[in-house]
Structure formats: C-alpha cells, structure tokens
C-alpha cells in the first residue's frame, strides 16, 4: 500500500519544483517534472484500482504523520484506500494525465506555462487529498485546497477582466457551500465527539430520533447535519442554486475546463455523499432534499443547454446536469450508481471539453458555434472524438447488446429511481427522462452547428481550420476508449454481481433503502423511454439544424418568453445580483463612506493630521518677521510670569 504516498504526493512534489524553480527549468522542464509526476500517480492509481477490484488488496488507512495535537485531542494525517478512493483515484489521476499532456500542446503560445503547469499538478494534489481523506477536517483540507487551486487555474489570464470576475465568482459562491460544509463537521463532532469516519459511523445510529434547541426550535440531529454537509457538496458540484460560478468559470484555459469542471472537483460534492452515506442514510429527508435538488438541476441545467451558443458553456451546463443525475442516484440510496456515472462521466465529459479545445485551437480561438460550420471534413479526428463523446453523453446503447458508457451508467440511475417507488423517486424518475431528451437534442446541436452544414466563419479563419497536434489528439485516444468501454467493463462492479465484493464496508444502504434487486428487473417501459427520448431528441436535433436550419429561428420566434429565460439561464444571475450583490455592495459603500472614512478616518488618523495641521496654521500666523513683536511678546511673558510668581508667592 505504499503506492499511495507516491500518488498523493509526486503530484505536490511536482507542483512546488515547477512553481518556485519554474524559471530555471524553462517550459520543457516544467512539462517534464509534472506530465511524468502525475502520469506515474495514474499507473499506481489503476495498479491500486485493479487489485482492490481482483480481490488481491484490502482496504487500508496509511498513517502520514500526527498533524494536530491540542489537549486530548489529536489527529493524524492519514491516507485512506477503499474501493471509493481507489475509483476516485483513476479518476482524478486519469483526467489530471490527460489534461496535463494536452496542455503542452494547448498551451504552448502562452508565457506562462511553468505557471500554469504547477497550478495543474497543485490542484491534483488537493483533490487526492481530499478523495484519500479519513477524517472530516482532511477532507475540508483538500475541499478548500481545490477551491484555491480553481480560482488561480479560471483566473490564469489575469489580464482578462472577465477572467478575474469568473475566478471571484467562483471562489464566492464555494464559500457559501463551504460554510454549511464547515458547519456540518462543527455539528458532526459535537454530537460524536470525534472528526474521524471510524468514529463517526458507529455513533451515527445511537442518534437516531435525537434533536437539538436552535433559536427556540428543536431540530433533528441527523437531519440538520446531513443537510448543512449537502449544502457543502450543493457549491461544490455546482447544484441549483449554488451553480452560478459552473459556466462562467468557462473563462479559464480549455485544459481547466475539462480538469476542474468535467471530471474532478464538481464531482466532490457527489463523492463527499457517498463516503457519508452512513450518515446519509439515518435521514430520510435529506436524502428527499438530496433527490429533488439533483432532479431539479438535471432538468434546468438542460433545459439551458438547449439555447447556449458558446460550445464550452453547452458542455458546462451539460456537466451540472448530469451531476444532477448523479446526486438524485445517491438520494434514492443507489450510491454505487451514482460512482458508477461519477466515473463514466469523466471519460466522455473530459473528451468533450478537450475535444471542444481542440475545435477552438482550429478556429483560432473562436468559440461561438454560430460561426463554425462544415469543419467534420477538415478536422476529421476531432470530429470522431466529438461524436464519441456526444454519443456516450447521450447514453446510446442496445439493451442487452452493447452501449457506450453513458448508456449503462445513466439508465441504471433511472432503473433505480423507478425502483425506489416513492413520490419524490418518480419527481426524479420523470425529470431525468426529459432531460435525457434535451440532453440528446443540445448534443446533436452541438455537433450539427459546428461540424455539418456550410461554413459560417470568414474565409481567413477557414483557410487556417487544421487539425491539432500529435500531443494534443493523442491523449484523447484513452478518454475515447473510456468514453466506449468504462459502462460495459464497469458495469458488473459497480452495480451488478460483483458489487457487494468490490464495495464492501465502503458505503452502507440500509436493508430498508436497499432497491438493487428491482432495480436490475425493470419493467419494459422503464429501459424503452429513457432510450426513445435519447433518439427522438437526437432525431429532432437533426431535422432542426441540417433538414430545416430556418426551424429554430422560427420556434425561437413562436416561443420567444420560453427561449429568453432559457438564453437568459432563468435569469439566476440577475436574481442573485438585485437580492445579494447590488444590496452587498449598498451595505459595503455605506460602511466605507460613512464608518470608514466618516467616522474612523475623520475622528482617527485624518482627524488628528487635520487637527495638528490647524494648530500649526495658527501658530504661523503669530510670525509676523518683526523684531519689535517679537520682544513685545517676551515682555508679555515676563510680566505674566512675575504676576504668577508675585501671586503663588502671597498665597
């Protein structure tokens, strides 16, 4: 189990020689140190994986060192390797690989590429600390390590100010989720006593039916702390509400996009669930809250999706929908499902934004799909990887034939929600079958208005349409064979027969949650809709934009409030900043002219540089240049003198 140290740390050992001694390496160290760092941290991750999933490795806490020590209480820095963090590991250290070969490619114009390589392997190693996390307060480690590394990595082109807004907005609207996280674990250890998962677990189901006074109310234990912890993963995973920083982070390097935003630290939020899931699982109502907030983002994210114009925000609000898919999973207690889609995801979603980055790099930087147009037969090799990526989002497949990843992994989240039979599994059930439809048509949007048709960009940019080099279409050979196969290899692991050996004691479901069984003997209707949705979506996105290209225009026209609030992403934005930011920045001026500089400023450091400064322009007037004033005034000052010694003297 050694291997782990490795893992964890040659990606932080990379990060600190390319960032203090980036300089003197030059970009082809830089590219060195950290591509083979984090590419030797995936190798042992899928070593780590495989012989978790043949059997042949136990699960195990590797101590690091005693990082807190304060009275009785003490904590140490440890490493915990189960069958959730050995899937999170090939995730993070699969994408991180990928993203970092690709971006010696990408990013070759750029003067700082030390820099940005450095900020890659940092954010890498914030997120294994966090996935390889045994207790509470190392996983808000690695939590704010990632929201650190995510705001440098969106802000990387400081000189753009749209680029400095996003990383702001960003790293705000983490902080609200991270405060209800932060108040979760204040909780979690007040009713346990303890941060660690080995402690926290067992004590769980003595607090079953135990509440609490707050303000004159009295709340439920489990309860309340289940939901300030879902608030954390709610910033995290960008749901909705909290997922206003998601596209607008679309502002960083491609490279970034796919990292951060489609395979790793929006996928935290769903991880930190089910790594909590014995705590999870005492709540029914979290998990109904759990449920209707995924559902509901699933289906507004698309619904979203379906009119932005961007080809990196099509694909972001892509990713918060499916996250959505991924959290309802976990609400209706199908935890595994809900990995088990964490993990396809991030094979298709990082070959669709790597994808997409290698579209712009041909475009010369364009990213608005409404200038693109006929590029399939000039970059032939980005186009198959887009189909790929497009196809295995929209989770095509034949019933028990064949399917690409998307079609194992989100159809068994539907057959679970249809089998947990309850009124808030059918909310979601009905909600993730039309957002599959809308997922389908914004799919076949995206490929039809950037790859088919006549070119819509000026005959400058399309004499320069070529397509990427070898160091950046070669990694996306290994996201495209797991964009094909990772559902169909995964599959019988994750959620079929071999599930209970491959998960063990990681994540608990309660024999009263337990829907598998069901789950893996749907009804007829339950596999035919969700795949008739995904076809006549896709079909409808053909006829729109290749048969008919005037239609959308018109329906545009016909529907035009239902098409402005989908543009206009349900006007989220405009909400938040009438009710929070215009009122913040009230707040903060009336503080600033009329606390700060009115009061402290005016009777502080300025009042007594103002008062000092009057003194002596009363003193300056006292000196006139006469001579005779001047002994005049010494006269005066003897005569007082002697009356005031004349007068002490009597007395």
Request: glycine share 10%; proline share 4%; net charge negative.
């Amino acid at each position: 189990m050694t291997q782990v140290y490795f893992i964890v740390f040659l990606p932080l050992l990379a990060a600190i020689i390319a960032g203090f001694f980036g300089r003197q390496l030059g970009d082809r160290g830089a590219h060195l140190v950290t591509c083979s760092s984090i590419v030797v941290a995936a190798v042992l991750s899928w070593y780590t994986f495989l012989s978790m999933t043949l059997g042949d490795l136990e699960p195990a806490v590797v101590p690091v060192f005693t990082w807190i020590s304060s009275g009785e209480f003490s904590l140490n820095w440890a490493l915990n390797v189960d069958a959730l963090t050995a899937t999170m590991l090939i995730v993070v250290t699969t994408v991180s690989a990928v993203v970092h070969i690709y971006s010696v490619g990408y990013m070759h114009h750029d003067k700082s590429q030390p820099r940005f390589m450095a900020y890659l392997s940092f954010f890498s190693f914030s997120m294994l600390m966090l996935v390889t996390a045994d207790n509470l307060v190392q996983m808000f480690f690695g939590w704010e390590g990632v929201g650190v590394a995510s705001y440098l990595l969106i802000g990387f082109w400081y000189h753009k100010p749209s680029a400095n807004a996003a990383a702001i907005k960003a790293f705000i609207v983490n902080r609200v989720g991270d405060l209800g996280f932060a108040l979760g674990i204040f909780l979690v250890f007040v009713a346990t006593g303890s941060v660690l998962f080995e402690d926290i677990f067992p004590a769980i189901p003595g607090l079953v039916g135990e509440s609490y006074s707050f303000l004159g109310l009295e709340l439920d234990m489990i309860t309340t702390m289940c939901i300030l912890l879902f608030i954390g993963a709610m910033g995290k995973s960008a749901q909705l509400g909290l997922h206003t920083w998601l596209p607008d982070a679309m502002e960083g390097p491609t490279p970034v996009s796919a990292l951060i935003h489609a395979a790793t630290m929006v996928t935290a939020g769903v991880f930190m669930v089910c790594r909590l899931s014995p705590i999870f699982e005492y709540s029914e109502f979290a998990l109904m809250v759990v449920t209707v907030v995924g559902a509901s983002t699933a289906f507004f994210a698309a619904t979203v999706g379906l009119t932005q114009n961007d080809i990196k925000r099509v694909i972001a609000y892509s990713t918060c929908s499916q996250l959505g898919y991924m959290f309802f999973a976990a609400g209706v207690s199908a935890y595994q499902a809900a990995m088990f889609h964490l993990m396809t995801h991030a094979f298709f979603k990082a070959l669709l934004f790597l994808g997409a980055g290698s579209v712009i790099h041909a475009m010369s930087d364009e990213q608005d799909m409404r200038n693109m147009g006929g590029l399939a037969g000039k970059i032939k090799l980005t186009y198959a990887f887009m189909m790929i990526g497009s196809i295995a989002l929209m989770g095509f497949g034949v019933p028990g034939v064949f399917g690409f990843a998307g079609f194992y992994s989100k159809d068994f989240i539907l057959e679970a929600a249809w089998a947990a039979d309850t009124a808030v599994s059918d909310y979601a059930l009905w909600l993730g079958i039309i957002a599959a439809f809308m997922t389908a048509f914004y799919s076949g949007r995206l490929l039809f208005m950037t790859f088919h048709g006549k070119p819509r960009c000026d005959e400058k940019t399309l004499a320069h349409v070529h397509e990427s080099p070898l160091i950046m279409t070669g990694p996306l050979w290994i996201l495209a064979i797991g964009a094909v196969l990772a559902g169909i290899v995964g599959y019988p692991y994750f959620v079929g027969h071999h599930m209970a050996e491959f998960w063990g004691d990681a994540i608990l479901v309660l024999p009263a949650h337990d829907i598998f069984e069901k789950a893996h003997h749907p009804e007829f209707w339950v596999i035919a809709t969700p795949l008739a949705a995904g076809l006549s979506g896709f079909a409808l996105s053909f006829v729109f934009y290749v048969l008919n290209p005037a239609l959308p225009g018109i329906v545009a026209r016909t529907f035009k409030p239902l098409y402005a609030m989908s543009y206009n992403k349900w006007y989220f934005d405009e909400i938040f900043d009438f009710l929070f930011v215009k009122p913040a920045f009230c707040i903060g001026r009336i503080f600033w002219k009329k606390g700060d500089q009115g009061t402290i400023d005016h009777f502080g450091p300025d009042g007594v540089a103002a008062r000092t400064r009057d003194g002596a322009r009363l003193a300056s007037l006292m000196q006139s240049g006469y001579v005779y004033h001047y002994a005049f005034a010494m006269l005066i000052g003897v005569v007082l003198f002697a009356t005031w010694y004349i007068l002490s003297g009597a007395a």
